[in-house]
């Protein structure tokens, strides 16, 4: 499966840089998750890049980003706490909802699991809940990666190892983490759950699962990861872990769906705030995403404004002769357009006809090859050739159109 992936940055309310990356599903998103991971984790660690490319595989498009001190996001670790990881959610999903779409579905691994239990309920858009490993108690963190709470209460701080990375953890951590009550956060969530555990958990113990779930109120699940270990350390475990969570949300969470900005001639494009060019597209209750190439400096995230000029005129000529085959009673079969694009020198261009008259220089040149499945008499392919030729997207092309173009007043305050 290709991977379509942007990065993306946003602000948290300390004022640190906080780095994202947006995992995107090959068709327009049915729904928007926001993906955290766990402390002393990363955003590019294999359990959430595994998950956020499987929750895209499934048609659910994903934010993950680097929690302030983690990974690429700015922020010392030592200064970070539990009150900051909570904050930097809130500060996700503004920016979502600022520049893409606000997170239906929110997902969350170990420490993170617990940092979006105790945001979800200042967000109204979240309809569903996922956590993966999640401690019930966020002061138990500390013990549980191997820090004791009783060396850092007298030294004021301590340093333990994770993965071959060391980590400085300090008193305010833990002071910070006192103030929390997770548990009383679950009771009142009103969205709905799912608590994903693994049995063999050997960071934080299943016992922790238990204390959520039983904090819950209905809606809720329950799934084993009967196999996995903390960081589901085998892919396989993480891509169940996504179908699951894709499977379940779809219960709650209902399919995106762009308002209507304006009617069907009416298309709204605006930056999402990522990569160099890439732009989310509405055309009614349509989303789509609009990028460049790589050779252009793009991310090769979505069609150029030329492809999608190119899918207007294919999409047209296909319709076309539907529309007229119906009205003759043919028997077409399948009806496919490939377009080519290119900008050739009017001189050199044979075929150009009109288009070329009094012309110097460069034009630009669409060559449209039709395909029918089905037996057609020579005469009539003739006929199909000339009728393609009436569709409206090509006598806009060919006749022109007029465009005029302004810029907005800016909004008042």
């Not at 499934?58 to 706490?81: C, K, M, Q, W």
């Not at 967000?123 to 019930?136: D, Q, R, S, W, Y």
């Not at 699940?221 to 960081?231: A, R, V, Y």
């Not at 030729?389 to 092309?397: A, I, R, S, Y």
Request: proline share 5%.
């Amino acid at each position: 499966m290709t991977k379509n992936r942007g990065t993306a940055q946003f602000e948290d309310d300390r004022g640190h840089v906080l780095s994202a990356r947006i995992d995107l599903p090959p068709g327009p998103p049915r729904a928007w998750a926001l993906l955290v991971h766990g402390f002393t984790c990363s955003k590019d660690l294999a359990i959430t890049r595994r998950i956020g490319e499987g929750l895209a595989g499934e048609g659910i498009a994903v934010l993950r980003y680097d929690l302030p001190g983690h990974g690429r996001s700015e922020g010392d670790f030592a200064e970070t706490n539990f009150t900051d990881y909570r904050a930097s959610v809130l500060a996700a999903v503004r920016y979502m909802r600022e520049t893409l779409s606000a997170p239906t579905i929110l997902v969350g691994h170990s420490l993170g699991g617990a940092a979006i239990l105790a945001s979800a309920a200042e967000i109204p858009e979240a309809k569903a809940v996922a956590t993966i490993g999640t401690p019930a108690d966020v002061g138990e963190v500390v013990r549980l990666i191997g820090a004791s709470p009783g060396d850092i209460e007298q030294n004021g701080e301590a340093e333990v190892e994770i993965q071959g990375h060391r980590f400085r953890i300090r008193r305010q951590f833990l002071e910070d983490a006192a103030h929390y009550r997770i548990t009383d956060d679950i009771a009142r969530l009103r969205k709905a759950l799912l608590v994903m555990h693994a049995p063999r958990d050997e960071i934080v113990g299943i016992d922790n699962a238990a204390r959520i779930f039983g904090a819950a109120k209905h809606p809720k699940s329950f799934i084993s990861l009967d196999h996995g270990d903390h960081l589901l350390s085998d892919a396989r475990d993480a891509a169940y872990t996504a179908r699951v969570i894709a499977a379940w949300a779809s219960r709650f969470v209902p399919e995106e769906a762009s308002p209507n900005v304006g009617g069907h001639d009416h298309v709204s494009v605006a930056e999402i705030g990522q990569g160099a060019f890439q732009n989310s597209v509405r055309a009614g209750r349509h989303r789509l995403f609009a990028d460049e190439p790589l050779a252009v400096g793009g991310d090769d995230l979505g069609p150029s404004p030329y492809d999608y000029l190119a899918i207007a005129l294919a999409a047209c000529k296909s319709m076309t002769l539907r529309m007229y085959a119906r009205h003759k009673g043919l028997d077409l079969g399948r009806i496919s357009v490939d377009v080519r694009h290119g900008k050739v020198a009017v001189d050199h261009c044979d075929d150009c006809g009109s288009a070329a008259e009094g012309r110097v220089g460069r034009i630009d040149r669409f060559e449209c090859e039709i395909s029918v499945a089905g037996d057609v008499a020579p005469e009539v392919r003739a006929k199909l050739v000339e009728i393609a030729g009436k569709c409206p997207v090509h006598k806009t092309l060919h006749e022109g159109a007029a465009i005029v173009t302004r810029l907005s007043e800016p909004a008042e305050g």
